[in-house]
Every structure is written in structure tokens, then in C-alpha cells.
């Protein structure tokens, strides 16, 4: 029970961090940030894996630290630039729709690395979630075009990447300490986004202390950064990457419902179905698991 409700914390996290990255993103440039956050998140978490794992978990051989580079490399650092420029040259709603496909691409990496096996039940629970997504979305705003077409694709490429991160890093997660071991991903994940972003560093000092952007960057440090991906990699000690994966959908959820809340949006016949069909398709995969 507690990984799931933890995937369901990570899928409000994450449904939440859209609009923070949009506001940070007017005032750095996305690797830059993206570079900034996770060296931040490194020092914070590694300080608290200092104090939380027992030092006989707290590995530092080569083979730790290789893994560590590796999986901090496409599961934060590609990831997040490849989002964060994503997000910068396409629209939020292309980005939303787009991410859509990181359960498909980690199902498929899944069972292609034979750590899953393909079943009817695996099948249906994805394609009831991936009809629900396409139901709740107002595809008359997605727009594939010159000008959005440069971002779609880095959306893609980091769909791919987490993926692909979901896919291999599971053994690592269960051989070392989630909470030492995503630390270490972090500080690597930034070192490379540093090397990344050199021509931007001159924009480190321009620091904004308007209390708007301030906020954006601790919810985008503390919560989408430390946080969820903690969250992530322990899910992963405990589900295979296709449950986590799908977890996904119920984002889209979470901003409809928000969207009722905070703004008094309708929530119209059609939504409820797909809603429906999403909470479906997940219960479905969340539970075979159980089963």
C-alpha cells in the first residue's frame, strides 16, 4: 500500500511543478536552472544521507560510482534538460499530451530488457489509462508546427530517457540505499548540466528574489527534485518500472481537478469518463502487482 500511495504523492508533485518550472524558466535558462536545482538537491540530500544511512550503506566504490554517473546522466541530467527545453520551445498542453507516452516507452524498454513480461491484463490496464489521457485532453490545442516542433521533440527524448532510467536503475535501487544513492545521482546530474550550460554561468549572479520566483524554485527543488525522485527510487525497491511508469496518467487528473477547485472550471461528462478510464487502466496495473 505505501508505494502506491507514494507514486500518488510523486504524480500530485509532479502535477503541480508545470506551472513553477514556467516561472523559473523566465528568468534562467533551462539547463542553467536545471544544473543550479540539482546541485542544491545534491547538497541537501547528501547532507541528510549523512545523518539517515548507516555508514556500512553508504557506498563509495567504483562500481557505485560509475552506476551512480550513469543513471544520474539519463535519469536527471538528459532528463531534465531535455524537459526544461521541452517546455521552453513548445507549449505546456504539447508538453503534457506528449509526456503521456513515458509509461508506453518504459513498457516496451521493459519488456525488451526482459525484466517484464507482455501480458493481456499489462495490456489492457495501459490501454484503458492511454484512453483516458487522449479522452481528458483538448487535442483542438496541441499543435504540431515549426514553431513547437524543436520542443516536441526534446519532450520526446525525455520521455524516453526516464524511460529508459525506470527500466535499468531498478537493481541499483535495491542493491544500495535509495536515499544514498539518488544523492550521489544528483550531484553527478549536475556536474553535467554545469558543463552543459558554460556560455549561461555569467547569469548565476542575476538571481531573482522576487518572492513569485522564489517560491517556484524552492517547490521545484524541494518537492519536484528531492522529493519525488526519492519517492521514485524507492517505489522502484518495491514495484516493477511499468507500475511506476503508469502512475503517470494521474496527472492529468490532478490538473483537472485543480483546475475545478482553483479556478471553477466545469468538469463536463466527458472528463468524468476519461477520469474513469484512467483511474481504471491504473488500478488495473497498480493491483496485478498484488495479485
Known amino acids: 500500500m505505501l508505494p502506491l500511495l507514494a507514486l500518488i504523492a510523486v504524480q500530485f508533485i509532479y502535477g503541480f511543478n508545470y506551472a513553477a518550472a514556467k516561472v523559473i524558466l523566465g528568468t534562467y535558462p533551462p539547463v542553467l ?24 550503506q553508504r557506498r563509495m566504490d567504483r562500481d557505485f560510482l560509475l552506476r551512480a554517473f550513469f543513471f544520474g546522466l539519463i535519469g536527471l541530467a538528459l532528463n531534465q534538460a531535455f524537459f526544461l527545453l521541452g517546455l521552453k520551445y513548445s507549449t505546456t498542453t504539447n508538453s503534457a499530451i506528449l509526456n503521456s507516452m513515458i509509461p508506453l516507452f518504459t513498457l516496451a524498454f521493459a519488456i525488451l530488457a526482459g525484466s517484464e513480461k507482455f501480458s493481456k491484463l499489462r495490456g489492457a ?25 524543436k520542443g516536441d521533440v526534446f519532450t520526446l527524448l525525455n520521455c524516453a530517457c526516464l524511460a529508459l532510467f525506470l527500466t535499468l536503475s531498478q537493481g ?39 518572492l513569485r520566483f522564489l517560491g517556484a524554485a524552492a517547490y521545484n527543488i524541494i518537492f519536484a527534485t528531492m522529493i519525488a525522485y526519492y519517492l521514485n527510487s524507492w517505489t522502484l525497491t518495491q514495484v516493477g518500472p511499468s507500475v511506476v511508469a503508469v502512475f503517470i496518467y494521474l496527472q492529468p487528473v490532478i490538473a483537472v481537478v ?26 488495473v496495473g497498480a493491483l496485478r502487482k498484488k495479485a
Open 172 to 210: 541499483f535501487f535495491k542493491k544500495n540505499s535509495p536515499l544514498w544513492s539518488t544523492a550521489w545521482m544528483f550531484f553527478f546530474g549536475s556536474v553535467v548540466l554545469f558543463s552543459m550550460s558554460v556560455g549561461d554561468w555569467h547569469l548565476i549572479g542575476s538571481l531573482s528574489w522576487d
Open 33 to 56: 536552472w536545471g544544473a543550479i536545482r540539482l546541485l542544491i538537491a545534491s547538497i541537501l540530500m547528501l547532507t541528510i544521507a549523512r545523518l539517515a544511512v548507516p555508514r556500512e
Open 125 to 149: 490496464s495501459f490501454l484503458l489509462a492511454v484512453g483516458g489521457a487522449v479522452v481528458i485532453r483538448d487535442f483542438s490545442d496541441f499543435r504540431i508546427s515549426s514553431d513547437t516542433f
Open 258 to 283: 485543480n483546475g475545478w477547485y482553483s479556478l471553477g472550471e466545469p468538469i463536463g461528462v466527458r472528463t468524468l469518463l476519461a477520469m474513469g478510464l484512467i483511474f481504471l487502466g491504473v488500478g
